[in-house]
């Protein structure tokens, strides 16, 4: 492999193609490198940050991992402190299948312009056009950086950064994470002037289309990003959104059908909850929060419910955690599980404190802990 390196005759082998669900819905293909070339990928990922990371736009936020405060919440922070400053408009662009899109001879010729070793471009561009094994198929790329590569990243930032260096040429308030780019502006008129001609340019300088559907402008707080959004109070609040993929995140987990232990159910909620709140703690609008979390709760308890299956099953279980007699008589209840879930009793026998004893937590116990 080296020497195929040094002489440049190396080839990479095709990505694996790996579906996932987007989080506004619809999928994305990753492709997933072998280990061979994840391992030349990390470390020319490593080489190329160096050149080219200290000259990227100070509001470019994604996939910098050598900068401190370059995380989607410093972004959304930043948002916030424009809207302080009176830029109450925002214009969201969203590049239609940005990293499908990506015009290979554009990127190269950016990248040109710091790296002049033929050997080492000659290697981004095998790596650009590797294919992708769809259904035990190759299909060849012509366009598009790779997800799911230590490269891809990387890549999609330095095509990127000529955008964020025309934004601030013209001196305009902008976040970009990745393709998520929000611009502030002071005006509804400056929000459309600011969206047709950006849009014109980026067709015109980076060959790539603006999503006229997901693409616009409006308030802060009718807006979102990176699942957050602005509130009229300029408080970072949790966007509509995320509350319903949070929702629907619920509804999956806590789904009595599982085949899964009750420690099983714990463990995987624990993993999912604690992560949600270590990137939505940055929301200091919380008025809904207890609302959600009573909702959590009843969706909890109306699995358990389910799980202890019968009158015997339900009379055990409420004996072990040490139900009353007179409470024990509603194992013999019947009716909706839905319903039952929000019973006076079942509150006491499966309450709060019961719950958080099994590891059974809600954000706002995480937020104190």
């Known amino acids: 492999m080296e020497a195929k390196l040094r002489a440049g005759s190396y080839v990479p082998s095709p990505v694996k193609a790996v579906t996932i669900p987007k989080p506004n819905g619809g999928e994305r293909v990753l492709g997933i490198p072998t280990v061979q070339d994840r391992v030349i990928q990390q470390a020319m990922q490593q080489i190329l940050t160096i050149k080219f990371d200290s000259g990227f736009s100070q509001f470019s936020y994604g996939y910098r991992p050598y900068r401190p405060y370059r995380s989607a919440q410093d972004a959304v922070k930043q948002a916030q402190n424009f809207v302080r400053q009176g830029k109450s408009w925002v214009v969201d662009i969203d590049i239609k299948a940005f990293f499908d899109e990506v015009n290979h001879d554009r990127l190269l010729h950016q990248i040109s312009r710091k790296i002049s070793d033929r050997q080492v471009l000659g290697l981004i561009r095998t790596y650009l056009k590797a294919g992708v094994v769809k259904d035990g ?187 009353t007699v007179k409470q024990q008589g509603f194992a013999n209840r019947t009716g909706g599980a839905w319903g039952i879930a929000k019973s006076i009793v079942l509150h006491k026998v499966l309450g709060n404190g019961t719950l958080r004893r099994y590891g059974l937590v809600v954000p706002s116990e995480l937020s104190t802990a």
Request: glycine letters at 6%; a positive charge.
């Open 137 to 323: 198929k190759v299909e060849r790329r012509h366009q598009g950086v790779p997800q799911g590569s230590p490269l891809g990243p990387l890549l999609s930032n330095i095509y990127l950064d000529q955008l964020d260096k025309e934004l601030e040429k013209r001196e305009l308030s902008f976040c970009r994470y990745a393709d998520d780019i929000a611009i502030y502006v002071s005006s509804e008129r400056s929000a459309r002037r600011v969206l047709d001609s950006l849009t014109l340019w980026i067709e015109k300088h980076l060959n790539l289309v603006v999503n006229q559907a997901k693409s616009g402008t409006g308030r802060p707080w009718d807006s979102q990003f990176l699942g957050f959004r602005i509130t009229e109070a300029q408080e970072i609040a949790i966007s509509p959104k995320s509350v319903d993929r949070y929702k629907a995140k619920v509804r999956e987990l806590w789904d009595a059908r599982q085949s899964k232990t009750s420690q099983e159910l714990v463990e995987q909620w624990r993993r999912y909850i604690i992560g949600w709140w270590s990137y939505f703690k940055l929301a200091g609008d919380r008025r809904n929060l207890l609302t959600w979390e009573g909702w959590t709760r009843r969706h909890m308890r109306k699995c358990f419910w389910l799980r202890w299956h019968n009158k015997k099953g339900r009379l055990n279980a409420m004996r072990r955690l040490g139900a």
